[in-house]
């Protein structure tokens, strides 16, 4: 199997990141040839077409309730704190974790790549979801099914069984 679902790693710093966390989930697979920048290309910087429809129409829907559907004034793509991956903003850059996350009046969501160093799955690709309304709660009950796809997907884009 490419890809696993674990609980969040204990040494993972998406774990101090919220006090509070309404749904969490990590996958894992396997990959000890690329950087974890290049991992977190891999996994964010571009989805497969399938998703990238789901998006628009995610975005369609979402507009007419007033969320977020355009890119922020400050996106750039350049790999630093404050720059993107995809629609996901960087907020840290570490030896072996890089969280990145979207905030909106609904949810706030983050999600940390992370390398264990374990002999099999090291990868560990994290989500944290905190509600800030009754209605993160709504939304979340209608997108979990596709997030738990679009991640098992996804996540499989960095597997490897190549070795350094």
Do not use: C
């Amino acid at each position: 199997m490419k890809v696993i679902l674990e609980n969040i790693p204990i040494n993972s710093l998406i774990n101090t990141i919220s006090k509070k966390v309404d749904y969490s989930d990590t996958y894992a697979t396997t990959n000890h040839s690329d950087s974890l920048d290049k991992i977190t290309n891999k996994v964010f910087a571009d989805f497969p077409d399938w998703v990238k429809t789901l998006m628009k129409l995610r975005n369609v829907i979402a507009k007419k309730i007033e969320l977020k559907t355009q890119k922020p004034s400050d996106y750039s793509t350049e790999f630093k704190i404050g720059g993107y991956i995809g629609f996901f903003k960087i907020y840290k850059i570490m030896t072996d974790e890089i969280n990145l996350g979207a905030d909106d009046k609904h949810l706030d969501f983050r999600v940390s790549i992370y390398n264990s160093h374990d002999p099999t799955y090291n990868i560990k690709v994290s989500t944290i979801v905190q509600y800030n309304k009754s209605f993160g709660k709504v939304y979340m009950v209608i997108v979990k099914p596709f997030h738990k796809l679009i991640m098992k997907q996804i996540v499989k884009r960095a597997y490897t069984t190549k070795q350094i």
